[in-house]
Protein backbone atom coordinates (compact mmCIF):
# COMPACT_ATOMS: atom_id res chain seq x y z
CA UNK A 1 0.00 0.00 0.00
CA UNK A 2 2.71 2.40 0.68
CA UNK A 3 4.29 1.64 -2.60
CA UNK A 4 1.18 2.18 -4.04
CA UNK A 5 0.57 5.46 -2.16
CA UNK A 6 4.33 6.96 -3.01
CA UNK A 7 3.58 6.30 -6.43
CA UNK A 8 0.82 7.87 -6.71
CA UNK A 9 2.19 11.11 -4.65
CA UNK A 10 4.77 10.80 -7.67
CA UNK A 11 2.26 10.70 -10.28
CA UNK A 12 0.62 13.71 -8.51
CA UNK A 13 4.17 15.62 -8.86
CA UNK A 14 5.17 14.94 -12.33
CA UNK A 15 1.88 15.97 -13.23
CA UNK A 16 2.13 19.23 -11.30
CA UNK A 17 5.45 20.01 -13.11
CA UNK A 18 3.76 19.17 -16.77
CA UNK A 19 1.05 21.87 -16.11
CA UNK A 20 3.50 24.13 -14.57
CA UNK A 21 5.65 24.27 -17.66
CA UNK A 22 3.13 24.21 -19.77
CA UNK A 23 2.12 27.75 -18.03
CA UNK A 24 5.69 28.48 -17.86
CA UNK A 25 5.83 28.46 -21.68
CA UNK A 26 2.37 30.55 -22.24
CA UNK A 27 2.41 32.81 -20.30
CA UNK A 28 6.20 33.56 -18.98
CA UNK A 29 7.01 34.50 -22.11
CA UNK A 30 6.06 38.09 -23.34
CA UNK A 31 7.25 37.75 -26.62
CA UNK A 32 6.02 34.33 -28.31
CA UNK A 33 4.05 33.33 -31.17
CA UNK A 34 2.33 29.95 -31.10
CA UNK A 35 1.97 28.73 -34.21
CA UNK A 36 -0.11 25.25 -34.77
CA UNK A 37 0.66 23.30 -37.76
CA UNK A 38 -0.54 19.96 -39.32
CA UNK A 39 1.31 17.09 -41.10
CA UNK A 40 0.87 19.04 -44.48
CA UNK A 41 0.55 22.23 -46.29
CA UNK A 42 2.46 25.63 -46.27
CA UNK A 43 3.14 26.06 -42.61
CA UNK A 44 5.06 22.73 -42.02
CA UNK A 45 7.54 24.31 -44.92
CA UNK A 46 7.87 27.49 -43.09
CA UNK A 47 8.74 25.27 -40.16
CA UNK A 48 11.22 23.26 -41.99
CA UNK A 49 12.57 26.19 -44.31
CA UNK A 50 13.79 27.98 -40.73
CA UNK A 51 13.25 31.64 -42.33
CA UNK A 52 10.31 32.67 -39.49
CA UNK A 53 12.37 32.45 -36.42
CA UNK A 54 15.04 35.23 -37.78
CA UNK A 55 12.52 37.23 -38.70
CA UNK A 56 10.84 37.48 -35.77
CA UNK A 57 13.58 37.58 -33.63
CA UNK A 58 15.00 41.03 -34.93
CA UNK A 59 11.40 41.92 -33.20
CA UNK A 60 12.05 40.02 -30.01
CA UNK A 61 9.86 37.47 -30.63
CA UNK A 62 10.07 33.85 -30.45
CA UNK A 63 8.50 31.33 -32.64
CA UNK A 64 7.23 27.83 -30.95
CA UNK A 65 5.38 25.01 -33.07
CA UNK A 66 2.86 22.52 -32.22
CA UNK A 67 1.83 19.65 -34.91
CA UNK A 68 -1.65 18.87 -34.97
CA UNK A 69 -3.64 15.63 -36.56
CA UNK A 70 -5.81 17.57 -37.95
CA UNK A 71 -8.14 21.32 -38.15
CA UNK A 72 -10.54 20.57 -35.62
CA UNK A 73 -8.13 20.20 -32.06
CA UNK A 74 -6.03 22.88 -33.92
CA UNK A 75 -8.63 25.47 -33.81
CA UNK A 76 -9.85 24.36 -29.64
CA UNK A 77 -6.18 24.62 -28.97
CA UNK A 78 -6.34 28.39 -30.34
CA UNK A 79 -10.22 28.81 -28.59
CA UNK A 80 -8.25 27.87 -25.32
CA UNK A 81 -5.24 30.25 -25.82
CA UNK A 82 -2.73 27.73 -26.15
CA UNK A 83 -1.75 28.53 -30.15
CA UNK A 84 -1.92 32.45 -31.44
CA UNK A 85 -1.97 31.42 -34.92
CA UNK A 86 -2.60 28.34 -37.40
CA UNK A 87 -4.43 27.20 -40.93
CA UNK A 88 -7.29 24.83 -41.47
CA UNK A 89 -9.88 24.42 -44.49
CA UNK A 90 -13.19 25.06 -44.57
CA UNK A 91 -15.05 23.36 -41.98
CA UNK A 92 -13.43 23.74 -39.01
CA UNK A 93 -13.63 27.19 -38.33
CA UNK A 94 -17.33 26.96 -39.10
CA UNK A 95 -17.28 24.90 -35.93
CA UNK A 96 -15.23 27.03 -33.89
CA UNK A 97 -16.92 30.12 -34.77
CA UNK A 98 -20.17 28.44 -33.59
CA UNK A 99 -19.00 27.31 -30.39
CA UNK A 100 -17.85 30.96 -29.53
CA UNK A 101 -14.01 30.62 -30.67
CA UNK A 102 -12.28 33.72 -30.96
CA UNK A 103 -10.79 33.46 -34.15
CA UNK A 104 -10.08 35.76 -37.00
CA UNK A 105 -9.59 34.75 -40.62
CA UNK A 106 -6.42 36.46 -41.69
CA UNK A 107 -5.85 35.04 -45.57
CA UNK A 108 -6.58 32.26 -47.68
CA UNK A 109 -4.73 30.07 -50.48
CA UNK A 110 -7.45 30.12 -53.56
CA UNK A 111 -9.53 26.33 -54.03
CA UNK A 112 -8.10 23.22 -54.45
CA UNK A 113 -11.32 20.90 -55.04
CA UNK A 114 -9.03 18.22 -56.44
CA UNK A 115 -7.02 17.78 -52.63
CA UNK A 116 -10.07 16.13 -51.38
CA UNK A 117 -12.14 13.58 -52.32
CA UNK A 118 -14.35 10.35 -51.65
CA UNK A 119 -12.42 7.03 -51.99
CA UNK A 120 -13.83 3.09 -52.16
CA UNK A 121 -11.52 0.39 -52.12
CA UNK A 122 -10.31 -0.65 -55.53
CA UNK A 123 -12.30 -3.61 -55.79
CA UNK A 124 -15.22 -2.06 -54.53
CA UNK A 125 -18.82 -2.22 -55.76
CA UNK A 126 -19.70 1.38 -55.92
CA UNK A 127 -19.80 3.30 -58.78
CA UNK A 128 -21.16 7.14 -57.80
CA UNK A 129 -22.07 9.22 -54.97
CA UNK A 130 -25.35 7.69 -55.22
CA UNK A 131 -24.60 4.62 -54.45
CA UNK A 132 -23.14 5.79 -51.37
CA UNK A 133 -26.60 5.26 -49.97
CA UNK A 134 -27.43 3.51 -47.19
CA UNK A 135 -23.39 2.94 -46.14
CA UNK A 136 -20.77 3.44 -43.86
CA UNK A 137 -18.52 6.70 -44.61
CA UNK A 138 -15.40 7.74 -43.05
CA UNK A 139 -14.18 10.58 -42.32
CA UNK A 140 -12.94 13.40 -39.79
CA UNK A 141 -15.85 15.15 -37.93
CA UNK A 142 -15.89 19.09 -38.71
CA UNK A 143 -13.06 18.83 -41.20
CA UNK A 144 -12.90 20.74 -44.80
CA UNK A 145 -14.30 16.88 -45.96
CA UNK A 146 -17.81 16.88 -44.26
CA UNK A 147 -18.43 19.91 -46.56
CA UNK A 148 -17.27 17.79 -49.71
CA UNK A 149 -19.58 14.96 -48.40
CA UNK A 150 -22.48 17.47 -47.85
CA UNK A 151 -22.92 18.49 -51.06
CA UNK A 152 -21.82 15.84 -52.92
CA UNK A 153 -24.41 13.52 -51.51
CA UNK A 154 -26.87 16.62 -52.21
CA UNK A 155 -25.64 17.16 -56.11
CA UNK A 156 -26.11 13.08 -55.92
CA UNK A 157 -29.86 13.52 -54.65
CA UNK A 158 -28.57 11.66 -51.21
CA UNK A 159 -29.83 12.54 -48.45
CA UNK A 160 -26.94 13.33 -45.58
CA UNK A 161 -29.39 11.21 -43.31
CA UNK A 162 -29.38 8.27 -45.66
CA UNK A 163 -25.92 7.75 -45.11
CA UNK A 164 -24.22 6.20 -41.62
CA UNK A 165 -21.50 8.15 -41.25
CA UNK A 166 -18.59 6.92 -39.01
CA UNK A 167 -16.24 9.98 -37.40
CA UNK A 168 -12.75 9.14 -37.65
CA UNK A 169 -8.96 10.88 -37.31
CA UNK A 170 -7.47 9.88 -40.60
CA UNK A 171 -5.01 6.94 -39.12
CA UNK A 172 -8.30 5.35 -37.95
CA UNK A 173 -10.14 5.83 -40.94
CA UNK A 174 -7.64 4.62 -43.22
CA UNK A 175 -6.82 1.23 -41.16
CA UNK A 176 -10.96 1.41 -41.20
CA UNK A 177 -10.95 1.70 -44.75
CA UNK A 178 -8.18 -0.66 -45.42
CA UNK A 179 -10.01 -3.71 -43.32
CA UNK A 180 -13.83 -3.19 -44.96
CA UNK A 181 -15.03 -1.97 -42.00
CA UNK A 182 -16.27 1.28 -43.98
CA UNK A 183 -17.36 1.35 -47.49
CA UNK A 184 -16.42 4.55 -48.36
CA UNK A 185 -13.49 7.54 -46.96
CA UNK A 186 -13.67 11.30 -47.58
CA UNK A 187 -10.25 12.55 -47.03
CA UNK A 188 -7.53 15.15 -48.40
CA UNK A 189 -3.80 14.93 -48.71
CA UNK A 190 -1.65 14.19 -48.46
CA UNK A 191 -3.52 11.30 -46.85
CA UNK A 192 -5.49 10.74 -50.30
CA UNK A 193 -2.46 10.25 -52.57
CA UNK A 194 -0.97 7.77 -50.30
CA UNK A 195 -4.32 5.67 -49.82
CA UNK A 196 -3.81 5.82 -53.76
CA UNK A 197 -0.49 4.52 -54.08
CA UNK A 198 -0.73 1.98 -51.27
CA UNK A 199 -4.04 0.41 -51.91
CA UNK A 200 -5.65 1.67 -55.32
CA UNK A 201 -8.54 3.23 -53.69
CA UNK A 202 -10.65 4.58 -56.26
CA UNK A 203 -12.17 8.24 -56.63
CA UNK A 204 -15.74 8.20 -56.54
CA UNK A 205 -15.45 12.44 -56.27
CA UNK A 206 -12.67 14.52 -55.29
CA UNK A 207 -14.35 18.66 -55.01
CA UNK A 208 -14.36 19.42 -59.12
CA UNK A 209 -17.44 21.36 -59.39
CA UNK A 210 -19.02 20.51 -55.99
CA UNK A 211 -16.93 22.37 -53.33
CA UNK A 212 -14.39 25.06 -53.60
CA UNK A 213 -11.62 23.17 -51.05
CA UNK A 214 -10.20 26.65 -49.59
CA UNK A 215 -7.16 26.61 -46.96
CA UNK A 216 -7.50 29.14 -44.56
CA UNK A 217 -4.89 31.11 -42.21
CA UNK A 218 -6.61 32.14 -38.21
CA UNK A 219 -5.32 34.05 -35.38
CA UNK A 220 -7.06 34.38 -32.12
CA UNK A 221 -8.40 37.97 -31.70
CA UNK A 222 -6.37 38.43 -28.50
CA UNK A 223 -3.12 37.99 -30.66
CA UNK A 224 -4.19 40.03 -33.88
CA UNK A 225 -5.26 42.97 -32.02
CA UNK A 226 -1.85 42.98 -29.66
CA UNK A 227 0.23 41.89 -32.38
CA UNK A 228 -1.05 42.75 -36.35
CA UNK A 229 2.54 43.48 -37.60
CA UNK A 230 3.73 40.10 -36.27
CA UNK A 231 0.82 38.38 -37.86
CA UNK A 232 1.61 39.94 -41.10
CA UNK A 233 5.26 39.22 -40.81
CA UNK A 234 4.26 35.25 -40.57
CA UNK A 235 2.03 35.92 -43.88
CA UNK A 236 4.53 37.49 -45.41
CA UNK A 237 6.96 34.86 -45.14
CA UNK A 238 4.59 32.01 -45.55
CA UNK A 239 4.04 34.16 -49.00
CA UNK A 240 7.55 33.68 -49.88
CA UNK A 241 7.56 29.94 -48.95
CA UNK A 242 4.55 29.50 -51.20
CA UNK A 243 5.99 31.49 -54.58
CA UNK A 244 9.15 28.85 -53.54
CA UNK A 245 6.88 25.52 -53.73
CA UNK A 246 5.10 26.74 -57.02
CA UNK A 247 8.02 27.10 -58.76
CA UNK A 248 10.10 23.91 -57.40
CA UNK A 249 7.34 21.38 -56.59
CA UNK A 250 9.88 18.39 -57.12
CA UNK A 251 12.53 20.34 -54.42
CA UNK A 252 9.47 20.30 -51.76
CA UNK A 253 8.59 17.04 -52.22
CA UNK A 254 11.94 16.23 -51.07
CA UNK A 255 11.77 17.98 -48.69
CA UNK A 256 8.53 17.31 -47.21
CA UNK A 257 8.54 13.53 -47.73
CA UNK A 258 11.11 12.67 -44.75
CA UNK A 259 9.53 14.64 -42.42
CA UNK A 260 5.64 12.87 -43.38
CA UNK A 261 6.64 9.57 -43.90
CA UNK A 262 5.48 9.34 -47.53
CA UNK A 263 7.49 8.68 -50.70
CA UNK A 264 8.35 11.77 -52.70
CA UNK A 265 6.49 10.75 -55.89
CA UNK A 266 3.58 10.46 -53.49
CA UNK A 267 3.92 13.97 -51.85
CA UNK A 268 4.35 15.37 -55.50
CA UNK A 269 1.04 14.07 -56.72
CA UNK A 270 -0.90 16.15 -53.36
CA UNK A 271 1.43 19.03 -54.14
CA UNK A 272 0.36 19.15 -57.84
CA UNK A 273 -3.23 19.13 -56.68
CA UNK A 274 -2.73 22.36 -53.89
CA UNK A 275 -3.63 25.55 -54.71
CA UNK A 276 -0.92 28.22 -54.54
CA UNK A 277 -0.69 32.18 -53.89
CA UNK A 278 -1.88 33.07 -49.98
CA UNK A 279 -4.32 35.96 -50.34
CA UNK A 280 -5.74 38.65 -47.58
CA UNK A 281 -9.59 37.90 -47.49
CA UNK A 282 -11.95 39.01 -50.12
CA UNK A 283 -15.88 39.22 -50.47
CA UNK A 284 -15.72 36.13 -52.86
CA UNK A 285 -13.77 33.77 -50.42
CA UNK A 286 -16.05 35.30 -47.05
CA UNK A 287 -19.04 34.23 -49.09
CA UNK A 288 -17.98 31.38 -50.28
CA UNK A 289 -17.63 30.43 -46.71
CA UNK A 290 -20.91 31.90 -45.73
CA UNK A 291 -22.39 28.58 -47.87
CA UNK A 292 -20.34 26.24 -46.16
CA UNK A 293 -21.83 27.99 -42.99
CA UNK A 294 -25.00 28.11 -43.95
CA UNK A 295 -25.27 24.65 -44.59
CA UNK A 296 -24.15 23.15 -41.65
CA UNK A 297 -26.73 25.41 -40.12
CA UNK A 298 -29.13 23.91 -42.20
CA UNK A 299 -28.21 20.53 -41.36
CA UNK A 300 -28.00 21.24 -37.64
CA UNK A 301 -25.11 20.29 -37.58
CA UNK A 302 -23.74 23.90 -35.89
CA UNK A 303 -26.14 25.39 -33.22
CA UNK A 304 -26.62 28.60 -34.69
CA UNK A 305 -26.44 30.49 -37.48
CA UNK A 306 -23.24 32.52 -38.13
CA UNK A 307 -21.49 35.66 -40.11
CA UNK A 308 -18.26 35.04 -41.13
CA UNK A 309 -17.92 38.54 -41.87
CA UNK A 310 -17.96 38.94 -38.27
CA UNK A 311 -14.71 37.60 -37.80
CA UNK A 312 -12.84 38.31 -41.40
CA UNK A 313 -10.06 40.69 -41.24
CA UNK A 314 -9.84 42.56 -43.97
CA UNK A 315 -7.05 43.77 -46.13
CA UNK A 316 -5.67 47.36 -44.45
CA UNK A 317 -6.80 46.33 -40.76
Do not use: C
Not at 54 to 68: D, N, Q, R
Not at 292 to 314: E, G, M
Amino acid sequence: MRRIIQRLIAAIVLSIGIVAAAVGTSYGQDKVVRIGYQKYGKLVLLKSKGTLEPKLAASGYKVVWTEFPSGPPLLEALNVGAIDFGNTGEAPPIFAQAAGAPIQYVAYEPPAPKGEAILVPKDSPLKSVADLKGKKVALNKGSNVHYLLVKALEKAGVRYSEIEPVFLAPADARAAFERGAVDAWVIWDPFQAAAEAATGARTLADGTDIVANYQFYFSSKKFLDANPRIVDAVLTELSTVDDWAKGDIHAVAEQLAPAIGLSVPVVEVALKRQAYGIKPLTDAAIADQQQVADAFFALNLIPKAIKISDVARRPGT
